[in-house]
């Protein structure tokens, strides 16, 4: 049976403890009821969650982000870190814990200083990881009534980055590459064929699901195959979106150094088209 002792009490819910010399955050309702520093608990059913890092530089980091502010806002941010990898079964990351832990804590400072950061690519992150997002919508909501803040929608978008970076299993930064490369995409063929972009579409959010599943095989070295007699019929039915793909493979290329084949080009004219015509009825 583990032993754990208390070096601090947030509140009813959470403790810190010390166990094997190694510092760990408990998670249960009631755990923390009439405890003191000092106290030694043993394993109980109170306990619902233990996070314990083992990794020196991710655990400094960890406690010295508990010491950046107050103990309910700690208190809501565990919280909610547990609400996320509770949902998504995510155990044992402890980058991901402290990565997620951190962000909520700086942006919680961001937003109480009235430093708001606009996110360029918050409708793209939103049709992207739909899951994500309607959890990162639920704890920016929690966050928002248990602190009495006011976190924008932005912020929706940048912890659904961080979610779906972990679900997908790659890094925030790739990520938000992706999401760029799709908003960019986006704005391209808004330019080009000068039209506004229904975001809200069933088009669009095709267009979206096309663009991730293509810089997926595009990753992994994947290729499409079209038949050139279509692929020359597309060329010339729909030249100008065609050119607009053109131009969207050309800035992906450039962007993550991959080869791209013709194929690529004729699904994604077809996705533009669709989506510019869809565009110009609304």
């Given at each position: 049976?583990?032993?754990?002792?208390?070096?601090?009490v947030?509140?009813?819910?959470?403790?810190?403890?010390?166990?094997?010399?190694?510092?760990?955050?408990?998670?249960?309702?009631?755990?923390?009821?009439?405890?003191?520093?000092?106290?030694?608990?043993?394993?109980?059913?109170?306990?619902?969650?233990?996070?314990?890092?083992?990794?020196?530089?991710?655990?400094?980091?960890?406690?010295?982000?508990?010491?950046?502010?107050?103990?309910?806002?700690?208190?809501?941010?565990?919280?909610?870190?547990?609400?996320?990898?509770?949902?998504?079964?995510?155990?044992?990351?402890?980058?991901?814990?402290?990565?997620?832990?951190?962000?909520?804590?700086?942006?919680?400072?961001?937003?109480?200083?009235?430093?708001?950061?606009?996110?360029?690519f918050?409708?793209?992150?939103?049709?992207?990881?739909?899951?994500?997002y309607?959890?990162?919508?639920?704890?920016?909501?929690?966050?928002?009534?248990?602190?009495?803040?006011?976190?924008?929608?932005?912020?929706?978008?940048?912890?659904?980055?961080?979610?779906?970076?972990?679900?997908?299993?790659?890094?925030?930064?790739?990520?938000?590459?992706?999401?760029?490369?799709?908003?960019?995409?986006?704005?391209?063929?808004?330019?080009?064929?000068?039209?506004?972009?229904?975001?809200?579409?069933?088009?669009?959010?095709?267009?979206i699901?096309?663009?991730?599943?293509?810089?997926?095989?595009?990753?992994?070295?994947?290729?499409?195959?079209?038949?050139?007699?279509?692929?020359?019929?597309?060329?010339?039915?729909?030249?100008?979106?065609?050119?607009?793909?053109?131009k969207?493979?050309?800035?992906?290329?450039?962007?993550?150094?991959?080869?791209?084949?013709?194929?690529?080009?004729?699904?994604?004219?077809?996705?533009i088209?669709?989506?510019?015509?869809?565009?110009?009825?609304?």
């Open positions: 049976m583990n032993t754990y002792k208390i070096t601090k947030l509140n009813n819910n959470v403790i810190i403890c010390k166990h094997d010399d190694t510092e760990v955050v408990l998670v249960g309702k009631g755990i923390g009821f009439n405890k003191k520093t000092g106290m030694l608990i043993q394993d109980v059913d109170t306990i619902e969650k233990v996070f314990q890092l083992q990794n020196k530089s991710q655990q400094d980091h960890y406690l010295m982000l508990m010491d950046q502010t107050n103990e309910e806002e700690i208190r809501v941010v565990i919280e909610s870190v547990q609400i996320i990898l509770s949902h998504f079964n995510i155990e044992n990351n402890e980058s991901f814990i402290v990565s997620l832990t951190d962000h909520l804590i700086f942006a919680l400072k961001r937003v109480k200083k009235g430093q708001l950061i606009s996110n360029p918050l409708s793209e992150t939103k049709y992207s990881y739909p899951e994500a309607q959890i990162a919508k639920r704890v920016v909501a929690r966050l928002n009534l248990q602190l009495n803040v006011a976190f924008p929608e932005d912020e929706v978008g940048f912890i659904a980055l961080h979610i779906a970076s972990q679900i997908e299993d790659v890094s925030v930064e790739n990520t938000k590459q992706v999401t760029e490369l799709i908003n960019r995409s986006v704005r391209l063929i808004e330019h080009d064929r000068q039209v506004r972009i229904d975001v809200t579409s069933l088009q669009y959010q095709r267009f699901r096309h663009m991730h599943f293509l810089l997926q095989r595009l990753k992994k070295g994947e290729r499409s195959t079209i038949e050139l007699s279509f692929e020359n019929l597309l060329k010339a039915q729909y030249p100008l979106c065609y050119n607009v793909a053109v969207i493979i050309k800035m992906i290329q450039s962007q993550m150094d991959v080869e791209v084949y013709e194929a690529e080009v004729a699904y994604l004219t077809m996705h088209q669709q989506l510019v015509r869809t565009s110009q009825q609304s």
